[in-house]
């Protein structure tokens, strides 16, 4: 086990447990293999999962396995206890009612961020979305700007999450805090490009989409996770939003006339400036564009 809160003579960092949460779903079960592979010589990981079956799939692999849910404060005591660090990538949003996404993305969250601090965790990397910033920027968003959460497509899902980054951010004792706005995430067998298919005959031709493939996900939280300097907030994107067009391409669907004919409210909605990223951790996307990935396979 790491000693907490210590640094080894050589003036590096002493090794982790780092707790991710979320591990099975479309994000953590492709980011917790990575992690294993790149921790530092003596981290450990465990996930927090809710079905014992489907943890089975990370022990395999090196990991410890906490069985819960995120909701049973019980349960966020054991999956702290002696951590180090914590990934929290879970998350409700996939057509849950919108008082499941408050109680799992906000009262959870914060819930997770008290237990941490009372286990002595060190460090706190909280998953967020670019959704958070809402719309009428009229540029890339950066992460000083105001948030203008809302709309009515995603439900309490972009509120949830910012207020869970808000309470965070207050919250005495967690004082090594990052936070990481993901794109919309694909790749590596992720059927999210498919189902865009739900929405984009909704959204004009020319409608962007900022986008981030689920290894460059897993770099820039790997970034977040172990940079020393590391603080506060970090969007996580490739450097080439598409259009609602590219959207149909990608997914060999012709696109609807009627499509070309809709205004774009603002052009710049989810398009998100990855600067910051880019120049204080090093952030590089392996697959700047969709496309990259498309030609290596890797959709
Ligand atoms: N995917 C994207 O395009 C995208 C974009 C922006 C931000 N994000 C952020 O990225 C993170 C991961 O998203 P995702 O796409 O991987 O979501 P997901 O596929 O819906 O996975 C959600 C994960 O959270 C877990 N979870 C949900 N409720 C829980 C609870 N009550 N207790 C314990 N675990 C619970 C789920 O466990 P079960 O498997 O048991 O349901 C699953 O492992 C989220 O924080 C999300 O806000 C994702």
């Given at each position: 086990?790491?000693?907490?809160?210590?640094?080894?003579?050589d003036?590096?960092?002493?090794?982790?447990?780092?707790?991710?949460?979320?591990?099975?779903?479309?994000?953590?079960?492709?980011?917790?293999?990575?992690?294993?592979?790149?921790?530092?010589?003596?981290?450990?990981?465990?996930?927090?999962?809710?079905?014992?079956?489907?943890?089975?799939?990370?022990?395999?692999?090196?990991a410890?396995?906490?069985?819960?849910?995120?909701?049973?404060?019980?349960?966020?005591g054991?999956?702290?206890?002696?951590?180090?660090?914590?990934?929290n990538?879970?998350a409700?949003?996939?057509?849950?009612p919108?008082?499941?996404?408050?109680?799992?993305?906000?009262?959870?969250?914060?819930?997770?961020?008290?237990?941490?601090?009372?286990?002595?965790?060190?460090?706190?990397?909280?998953?967020?979305?670019?959704?958070?910033?809402?719309?009428?920027?009229?540029?890339?968003?950066?992460?000083?700007?105001?948030?203008?959460?809302?709309?009515?497509m995603?439900?309490?899902?972009?509120?949830?999450?910012w207020?869970?980054?808000?309470?965070?951010?207050?919250?005495?004792?967690?004082?090594?805090?990052r936070?990481?706005?993901?794109?919309?995430?694909?790749?590596?067998?992720?059927?999210?490009?498919?189902?865009?298919?739900?929405?984009?005959?909704?959204?004009?031709?020319?409608?962007?989409?900022?986008?981030?493939?689920?290894?460059?996900v897993?770099?820039?939280?790997?970034?977040?996770?172990?940079?020393?300097?590391?603080?506060?907030?970090?969007?996580?994107?490739?450097?080439a939003?598409?259009?609602?067009v590219?959207?149909?391409?990608?997914?060999?669907?012709?696109v609807?006339?009627?499509?070309?004919e809709?205004?774009?409210?603002?052009?710049?909605?989810?398009?998100?400036?990855?600067?910051?990223?880019?120049?204080?951790?090093g952030?590089?996307?392996?697959?700047?564009?969709?496309?990259?990935?498309?030609?290596?396979?890797?959709?």
């Amino acid at each position: 086990m790491a000693t907490k809160n210590a640094k080894s003579t050589d003036n590096t960092e002493a090794a982790m447990v780092i707790l991710v949460t979320g591990a099975t779903g479309q994000v953590g079960r492709r980011f917790v293999p990575r992690l294993l592979q790149n921790t530092a010589p003596g981290d450990r990981v465990r996930v927090l999962v809710r079905d014992a079956a489907r943890g089975e799939r990370f022990a395999e692999l090196g990991a410890e396995v906490v069985v819960g849910d995120l909701r049973d404060t019980d349960v966020l005591g054991k999956a702290t206890a002696g951590a180090d660090a914590v990934v929290n990538v879970a998350a409700a949003f996939r057509g849950v009612p919108d008082e499941e996404a408050v109680a799992v993305n906000r009262d959870a969250a914060v819930e997770l961020g008290r237990a941490a601090v009372a286990s002595g965790v060190r460090r706190f990397v909280q998953v967020s979305t670019g959704l958070v910033y809402g719309s009428g920027r009229g540029r890339p968003m950066v992460e000083g700007d105001e948030t203008v959460p809302g709309g009515t497509m995603w439900g309490a899902y972009p509120q949830s999450k910012w207020e869970a980054e808000q309470a965070l951010v207050a919250m005495d004792g967690l004082e090594d805090l990052r936070i990481g706005r993901l794109p919309f995430v694909y790749g590596d067998g992720d059927p999210h490009i498919a189902d865009a298919m739900r929405w984009a005959p909704n959204w004009p031709a020319m409608q962007r989409l900022h986008m981030g493939h689920h290894a460059d996900v897993a770099q820039g939280l790997q970034r977040l996770l172990y940079a020393p300097g590391a603080s506060g907030v970090y969007n996580i994107a490739d450097d080439a939003p598409v259009t609602t067009v590219e959207i149909f391409q990608l997914n060999g669907v012709p696109v609807p006339p009627e499509v070309y004919e809709k205004e774009v409210p603002d052009p710049w909605h989810s398009v998100m400036s990855t600067t910051r990223i880019r120049h204080e951790l090093g952030y590089r996307p392996l697959f700047p564009s969709v496309w990259t990935a498309r030609d290596a396979g890797a959709l």
